[in-house]
Each structure stands twice: as structure tokens, then as C-alpha cells.
């Protein structure tokens, strides 16, 4: 017989095909299953947090695609790209204007935000206030905020970049020097290799030097192969024939940059469909300004990934260096010199790894970058390697494979407060990695939503005291597909009151706090008298209020300094004499008659309106702190049993935990082939709800803590060590699940197993 204790999780879900690994030195700290809870870096595994409802997409049953804008740490939006539109978010709720949400035009059709398998299409890049959206098939764009509701997207109007100087004997003629002109070209000799002018021209520029002046124009029709109408954007020289000109890298048949990058002072760009291996760098300082001029140090820099295959450059990011993943490699860009800055001269490309990338923009993420492998099955690292001088590629993914099986469909990360990379999947589930470099923590977990939501898209923007995921999710509610825009809560913190936690999906809450103060009168310390009379500081009751509850609740901070001890004062409203004073009859006594500040007492409530977002379904509810019995919503109400100043509902949603199996056996050696069984089971929860523990297709047992309560009165969150029997039978490859769906934290730091081994 053998005791085993699992002290830690931090290997998280283990591919199934590991299961014989018991060498790996992770093997021990996995999981078979740890669904709907984050292994944390701190080594426990916690019941993920629920998601708020937000907002419904404008179009309910198209996807909207989720971008961050981060200002500061402490201005940041999200904003959701749907048909043609852009529309804000910021504090966890939809920015309006005259009672409307705010939104502007936007060109990008719904089709065109994501690939077939969910990729999102539209790239973003962000220097303060302005941010550069990048899409193959559409010119790029600069979003500028100057306000909450004064937001403008305009065409980025770049200078170049250009294709190499005309070598023929082809002349260019421009009718005018400004304003809209005609170009003739003498021959379609080095025009589009000989074939002349085209309609995929249009909207490439042209610059024709006349002396010492370049010109700018930028086509917008095609008369013939010889002959185009362009708009001029710099004045050109002269009217007469040039054959010193240069044809524009982008146009609406040559493609558009994918993605796009700041590094050393520049802004970079992938090469459009047409120049697939190209990247070009702005000039310094000048981010518009592609114009590789006369090469000096300053002036803009093209380069060509040279490979013996043509692979299309997918994503560029600002690290150490500046890194590119194509189809097939990821690149260097750097000076040919150590610690020099990039330049026209000194610029090279070096391949750094074969594994190849999808056209999913990476993560730089603690000194590396990580970024999905071409066929979007694996996730990998790429990282600096001192003793080599290069960059190395593993595989990060290698444990859990099977997690990211479906494809990856986005990255996003969230720094605080559990240091994860999100996966986004093609078939709309979350994937976490709890990602630390320096520890070595490599720890997946898998994530559905409740109400089988699918994930669309996801976001992380900074928000108040921890970095906030957003994602826009698929529903089906009352038989229709919606999409909605949901933002998951934080964890419940040791500090924080029970009542705020936040552990339901596409949830909304009621919150009976008042903002005026509340002054009780004679008789309020003392349980059972009538008549008491209670005084706000400002109009909030009124005569409906009869029958409602005041509630004044504070839980215990033994830690504190001075230590704050729990309150848990109620009065019934029995009569209404105004706005400001109401009398009551005491259920539960108030420490003083001393004035209670705003926001520290609460009117509660029984029915809970506004659930129309998830009518028809049947949903969770918690109560101040306690589980209430599920509920269904009927024309966008529940019904109480009993009733609240705080309560939250949204969709159940539950979390699995499955250690791996015990497979080392006893004295007479491994177990595996030998029966097993495991005859107890003793659990370290923190501040943790409820659950239950058995064994796999079978309805295992709740776990019975020390602490009870009453029918109405939220049972308080234990912190404890709590045995709970297990009936085990002999069977080959013992295995024990912990699972539950209460809406509430659920946070176990350690299992403790007694299991015996049969003799062989």
C-alpha cells in the first residue's frame, strides 16, 4: 500500500498517448483531464472564472472579430469588426452615443475577417493613439481615436514601396502635374513583364522623375496597355516623356501587405501576393514613407527572403530582433553587424528555423516568441540560443497535442492574473497555456463555455487589477444562432467577499448597492423590533420598495489591521414614508445605529429582469454568496425562491480534474498490469465551493465540508483539508475525478491518495 500526494498541477493535461511516461519528470504534477480550470502558476489548480455578458453583435447571427486598442494601462478598448462597421468597448461595457452603441464604417466585408478555418484575417499594429489595420486583400487602413466616441479610419497612405527602376527604353508621359491626369506609356515593354497596364493596376502608385523632382501618382483606371487615369499625391516635374519611373509593390491585384511590424525606429511589412518573400521597412521616423531613395542610413530598406522555395512571409514581430514566419521558415532581419541598427546597407535575412507558420499573428511573450505551425496543429517557441547565436523553435504543445488537435484559430495572452496563452480553435473551443519561461511551467488546460458557446475570436486588454479576455462567442439561443461579445471575470481573490464571485457564463448580475448613505434608527442592534426607522442620505426608496430587504453585509478580515469582523444585518421594509425614510422590522441586528457608507448596504430583490439574452435557458444562480436552485428565464426574468442584494446569473459550465494514474506501484515494482485500488482520498481545497469525487462513469461524492449553513445562507468558502470516501474497486489503472458545477471557485492545491497494489 502506497500514499501518494499530487502537490502540484503544473504539468496540466497530459496527451493521452503519455500516459505509459511515467519517466517524465512531469508526469507526476499532470492531469488526464483539467477542463475548465486554469493550472496556476503557484502549482494549484483553479476553477476557471465566468464570463460577462456584454453586448449582442450588431448582425446577431454573423461572427465579429474582437481587436484590442490599448492606449495605456489604464485607456484600453476593444473593438468589434463586423459587416462593414467598427463598434467600442471599454470598462467591461459598450461605448453609446445619444443611447446608441458607437460605431463607425468600416470596408471590410464579414466574409473577409476570417479565413476557412477561423484565422482572423484583419492584422493590427499600435503606436499611441493610431493603429494600422493590415488585410491581403484590402489597402491598409489607420484607425485614430482622439476621444471615447470620435474614432476615424482612413486609408494609410504610403510612399512607395517600389519595384525596381525601369531598365527599358519605355518612357512615361503625364498630362498635367497635378490633379487628376492621364499616363502613356510609350510601349508595355517593363510593364508587368511585357504585358502592359492591366486592371489589377489599379490603385498602385507610379513615380516618374523629371530633373531632379519624383512624382507621385496613384492609378485609378485603365484605358489601355498603354494608358492608365491617376491621381497625382506629389506634383511631378514636367509634362514631358520620362523613362526614369518606378511601379508600385501593392495595387488591388498585386495584393496588400498581411501584417505588419515596428521595429528600430520603422514600420516593417510583409510582401503582398505578388512579392510574397518581400519585406520592406519605412523610413526611419517616417512610417508612411517606403521610398528606398538613394540608400542612405535613414531612407527606407526592401529586402527579399532569398529560399530555394517561395514561401509568403506571414508575420514580422519586434523582439530581440526583428522575426518573420513564412509558410516554410522563420527569418532574422537584422544588420549584418552585432548591436547595429538596421539599415539599407546592412540589412541580411538568415533563416533561423524550418518548422513554418500559419498566418496567425505570434505572441512575444517573456523574451520569445510564440508563434502556430503552418498546418496550425502545433504551437511552438522561437527563442534566442546564446551557445548557438540563433534562434531554436521547440515545440510547445508536444505534451498536450491532442488540446490543439482542431486547429488553431488565434493566440492571445493574458498576463495577469495567470500568465496564459490563450488558443482560440477552429471548432470553437479555448485552450490555456500557462506559460513561464523561467520556471519551466508548461501547463495546458482545456476550456468549453457553458451552454456548448463557441469561440470566435479573443482579446486581451488591460483592465482594473487584472488583464481582461475578451471573446465574441456563438451561441444558440431560443433556437436562433447569436454571437455575443462576453468578457471573463477575475478570480475570486483571499480579500474579497464571497458574494462577488463571478463563476457563470454569459452572466449578468443584479446589485442592489445603494450610492447614498443609510443611517438606522433606534432599535436597529436588536433582533425582532418593529418600527425601526431608516434615513438615506439621498431620494432612493420608494413605495414599492415595501416587502424588500435592507441588506448590510461586510465578511469577516481577520487578517486586516485593525481585524474587521463579519456583519450580517437585514430589516425588512415595512412601511414607506418618502424617498429617504422608510421603517422596518429587524430580521438580523446592525452592529450600531452609526451611518452605513454609500455603496455598503443593499436593497434586495427576487425577480431579476434582463435575462432576455438567454431566454429559454436554464441557468445558474448564486445569491449573496450561496447557490441558489437552478432557475429557466421567461421572457427575460427568474424568480427567486428567496431574496438577494447580489446576485449573478448565467449558464452553468463544469470543471474536471483527473490526476494522472498512480503507476509506480509498491516494493514489488510498477503497477501497471496489476489491479489497483484506491481506498481513500483526502483533498487541499482554498477558499473552494462545491464538488464531488469519484471514479470515471460513475456519480462520485460531494465533498462535506467542516462548515454548514442555512437553506438561504451562502455556505462559506472552505479552506481545508477534506477526506472524502471513495469506493474503489480492483481494477487495472486506478483513477479517481474530481469535478463540479456550482457557480463558485473551486481551488485545489493537493490530493492525497491511499492506493494498493495486488501481488502479481
Known sequence: MANVLTAAFVGGELDPRLTGRVDLDFYGYGCETLRNMVAEPLGGAARRPGTKYIATGKTAADSVLL??????????????????????????????????????????????LFDSEGAPLLRHVQSADTMYLFHPDYAPRQLTRTGHT??????????????????????????????????????????????????????????????????????????????VTAAVQENFGATTASAEWRLGVY???????????????????????????????????????????????????????????????LWLVSARDLLVGTYGAEWLVSASTSNAVITPENAKAQRQSTEGSAAISPLAVDNAVVFVHRLKKTLHELAYVFESDAYRAPELSIRARHLVRPK?????????????????????????????????????????????????????????????????????????????????????EDDQAQETAFYLDAGLSYDGAQSETLTPGSGATTAG???????????????????????????????????????????????????????????SAFPSTSAIAAGAWRLTATTISGLGHLEGETVKVLVDGGVHPEQTVDSGEIELDYAGGLVHVGLGYEHVLQPTKIQQGDGRGASTGRRQRYEAVALLVHRSGGSAVGRPGIAGDPLKYKTLGQYDTAVPLATEQVATPFRGEWVEGASLIVRGDDPLPFNVLGIAIQEATEGR
Request: aromatic share 10%; charged share 15%; hydrophobic share 35%.
Open 67 to 112: 481587436v484590442p486598442f490599448q492606449f495605456s494601462t489604464v485607456q484600453a478598448y476593444v473593438i468589434e469588426a463586423g459587416d462593414e462597421y467598427f463598434r467600442f468597448y471599454r470598462n467591461q461595457g459598450q461605448i453609446e452615443s445619444s443611447g446608441s452603441p458607437y460605431e463607425i464604417s468600416a470596408p471590410y466585408a464579414v466574409e473577409d
Open 150 to 227: 470620435s474614432w476615424t479610419l482612413a486609408l494609410f497612405d504610403l510612399r512607395g514601396p517600389w519595384l525596381d527602376q525601369n531598365t527599358t527604353a519605355t518612357t512615361l508621359t503625364p498630362s498635367g502635374t497635378s490633379g487628376s491626369v492621364t499616363i502613356t506609356a510609350s510601349a508595355t515593354a517593363g510593364i508587368n513583364d511585357g504585358a502592359g497596364f492591366t486592371a489589377d493596376d489599379i490603385d498602385r502608385q507610379i513615380t516618374i522623375k523629371h530633373s531632379s523632382t519624383w512624382g507621385v501618382a496613384k492609378i485609378t483606371a485603365v484605358g489601355s496597355t498603354t494608358s
Open 251 to 313: 495595387s488591388t491585384g498585386n495584393g496588400w501587405p498581411p501584417a505588419g511590424s515596428f521595429h528600430d525606429g520603422r514600420l516593417w511589412l510583409a510582401g503582398p501576393a505578388a512579392y510574397p518573400q518581400r519585406v520592406d521597412g519605412s523610413k526611419s521616423g517616417d512610417f508612411p514613407n517606403f521610398d528606398q531613395g538613394t540608400g542612405l542610413d535613414n531612407e527606407a530598406i526592401a529586402r527579399t527572403l532569398d529560399s530555394d522555395q517561395v514561401n509568403a512571409a
Open 408 to 492: 488553431i484559430a488565434a493566440l492571445t495572452y493574458q498576463q495577469q492574473p495567470f500568465r496564459v496563452v490563450w488558443t482560440a480553435l477552429a471548432d470553437g473551443g479555448l485552450a490555456g497555456l500557462t506559460y513561464l519561461r523561467a520556471q519551466s511551467v508548461l501547463a495546458w488546460h482545456s476550456h468549453r463555455l457553458g451552454g456548448n458557446g463557441k469561440v470566435k475570436s479573443a482579446a486581451v486588454i488591460s483592465g482594473d487589477g487584472y488583464d481582461e479576455l475578451w471573446l465574441s462567442v456563438e451561441r444558440t439561443i431560443d433556437g436562433s444562432t447569436v454571437n455575443y461579445v462576453e468578457v471573463m471575470q477575475a478570480p475570486l
Open 529 to 587: 423590533t418593529t418600527g425601526v426607522t431608516f434615513t438615506a442620505g439621498g431620494s432612493v426608496f420608494s413605495s414599492g420598495d415595501v416587502g424588500r430587504f435592507i441588506d448590510y453585509r461586510i465578511p469577516a478580515q481577520p487578517d486586516a489591521i485593525p481585524p474587521v469582523t463579519a456583519v450580517n444585518a437585514r430589516a425588512e421594509i415595512t412601511g414607506y414614508s418618502s424617498g429617504t425614510v422608510v421603517t422596518c422590522t429587524i430580521v
